[in-house]
């Protein structure tokens, strides 16, 4: 399984095949995304455990353990912590394309281009 850690937190690369990627991303109390969008891939976003704070286009809500989203592909998306305990959710990911670069920023706390 593949890991990488990020300034928010970590993410392990599941299971991946034609089309299709699924990623546990775990974000630590106080972490932030950057407000992104992607041109390749939409997203589908279940929340296993806290309350992790939403952000698709420009409805902002609170999902806890066991509810999801779609992220449909080039929308721009955020996911936070604000909470003081763990975020886990599970992240699958649809497309033609799904490489890490595939990532377009609008605003990262932590100045990532």
Known sequence: MYSET??????HILDEGTG?????????PGGRLSLQSHKH???HWTVVTGIATVTVGE?????????HIDIPKG????LENNTKG???IIEVQFGDYLGEDDIIRYDDVYNRT
């Open 6 to 11: 990020r300034p928010w937190g970590t993410f």
């Open 20 to 28: 299709f990627k699924v990623k546990r991303i775990a974000v630590n």
């Open 41 to 43: 891939r939409a997203e």
């Open 59 to 67: 409805e902002v809500q609170d999902l806890s353990r066991s509810q």
């Open 75 to 78: 929308d721009k998306h955020r």
């Open 86 to 88: 763990m975020v886990e």
